[in-house]
């Protein structure tokens, strides 16, 4: 996998680039605008391109852009139905001038209208807005599960697949804290080979475009999304060592969205994975990069 972090941009473009250099980033992930506002924000040409060169000469790659936590898809409302797909088609924009090749969207939930109805404007959505933009790809994220979510198991998403017409411009993310919560053990290297094997079966491994390293606080199948730091929480090291192994995930970009507890958690928890993906010959792994929990 090319490991790499969900960096803030609070400070600019540039500077959450200037974050993923310092953490040897392989590969990066940003927010398209701020994530809980509609509001779009302005991307100037100038600092596009600084981005792009940069990006490329710190030979980081893929970029990953993530829309808003606001974004919903499979909404029954026309008014957020409509700002969901403004926001993603806003997204690829963006992610064309930055050089990013794929962003990165939670689904949704059909609140209430059924499945059925939900997965076809999930479809509708997907069609519409690839169809404004070049080449870039859009890459639906399965959800935890609870709040009558669309997308949560690979059935559901195997279904929008079904119902989406520009398929070659659709991926699919899958984030270890949401699997765990919507009910795939993947605490185990059986479990993480099932997963596989289902996915393999249901829509296809090469449809996997982003993965999520994220361990998780809440117990299996709870449908709640509480990321944890790697290996500290119920998927533990065993889970992450079957993944990052697996070759389904070869070459795939692993970005953590761990808590934000300051840049010596993100060093750790990028260590921990690498140690995880080669131990030592000795047989010596990240034992001693280990950290407990810092009380805030
Ligand atoms: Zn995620
Ligand atoms: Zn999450």
């Known amino acids: 996998m090319r490991l790499g972090v969900h960096v803030p941009t609070s400070k600019g473009i540039l500077p959450a680039l200037e974050i993923a250099r310092q953490l040897s980033c392989e590969s990066v992930q940003l927010f398209s605008s701020n994530p809980n506002s509609w509001k779009t924000q ?11 060169q940069n990006a490329q000469s710190l030979n980081i790659f893929p970029i990953i852009l993530h829309t808003p936590y606001l974004v919903n898809l499979a909404s029954p409302e026309p008014d957020i139905w409509n700002r969901s797909k403004k926001a993603v088609l806003d997204a690829l924009l963006r992610a064309r001038l930055l050089g990013a090749d794929r962003v990165v969207t939670h689904i949704g939930s059909h609140k209430g209208s059924g499945m059925k109805a939900g997965i076809s404007r999930v479809a509708a959505a997907v069609d519409e807005t690839v169809a404004a933009v070049d080449e870039v790809i ?9 709040g009558n979510s669309v997308g949560s198991t690979f059935e559901e998403v195997a ?9 070659q411009r659709l991926g699919i993310a899958i984030d270890t804290a949401h699997l765990y919560a919507a009910g795939y053990n993947i605490s185990t290297e059986k479990g993480i080979v099932s997963v596989f094997e289902q996915i393999d079966r249901l829509f296809g491994t090469e449809r996997l475009k ?3 390293l994220n361990d998780t606080e809440v117990p299996l199948g709870s449908r709640r999304d509480k990321h944890y730091h790697i290996g500290l929480g119920q998927i533990g090291y065993e889970g992450f060592r079957a993944l990052l192994r697996h070759p389904a995930t ?10 934000a507890e300051g840049l010596e958690w993100d060093v750790r928890n990028l260590r921990v994975l690498r140690g995880l993906v080669v131990e030592k010959e000795d047989g010596s792994t990240f034992e001693g990069t280990r950290l407990e929990r810092v009380d805030r």
């Open 42 to 52: 302005v991307l100037e040409p100038e600092v596009a391109a600084r981005f792009r």
């Open 250 to 259: 070869e070459g795939l970009p692993g970005i953590i969205e761990t808590p």
């Open 159 to 167: 279904d929008i697949i079904d119902h989406v017409k520009c398929q």
């Open 138 to 146: 859009l890459v639906l994220e399965l959800g935890a599960g609870g």
């Open 210 to 212: 982003v993965v999520h």
